[in-house]
């Protein structure tokens, strides 16, 4: 099993920045791609950016040159730095990974969620 906990979420005014976190534990062998999606009020869940084990990034045209995707690979974690945030940001963000279990199968695991809210 593989577990996320995700933090770094709250309130902030809009041109404000935050930066989520997204830590994976449990029976890990390796992870694969690592990513954040989004779900605003009302609206369907949407990919943010995505990281490959090799660092080779996917960001969406609506945050690109705004929100920047890393990972550490010692330590299981992918972040979201989040700059010059717009109300329309405002959403819950979840955290997503491929994973490769001990002793062998693949999983997909999403984190609980952390909320974004910008205000104008």
């Known amino acids: 099993q593989v577990q996320l906990v995700e933090s770094g979420g709250g309130l902030v005014q809009a041109g404000g920045s935050l930066r989520l976190s997204c830590a994976a534990s449990?029976?890990?062998?390796?992870?694969?791609?690592m990513g954040w999606y989004r779900q605003p009020p009302g609206k369907q869940r949407e990919s943010v950016a995505r990281i490959t084990k090799f660092g080779i990034t996917n960001v969406a045209d609506s945050v690109k040159g705004r929100f920047t995707i890393s990972r550490d690979n010692g330590k299981n974690t992918v972040y979201l730095q989040m700059n010059s945030l717009k109300p329309e940001d405002t959403a819950v963000y979840y955290c997503?990974?491929?994973?490769?279990?001990?002793?062998?199968?693949?999983?997909?695991?999403w984190g609980q969620g952390t909320l974004v809210t910008v205000s104008s």
């Open positions: 449990g029976s890990i062998r390796s992870i694969n791609a």
């Open positions: 997503n990974v491929d994973a490769i279990t001990l002793p062998g199968g693949a999983v997909n695991a």
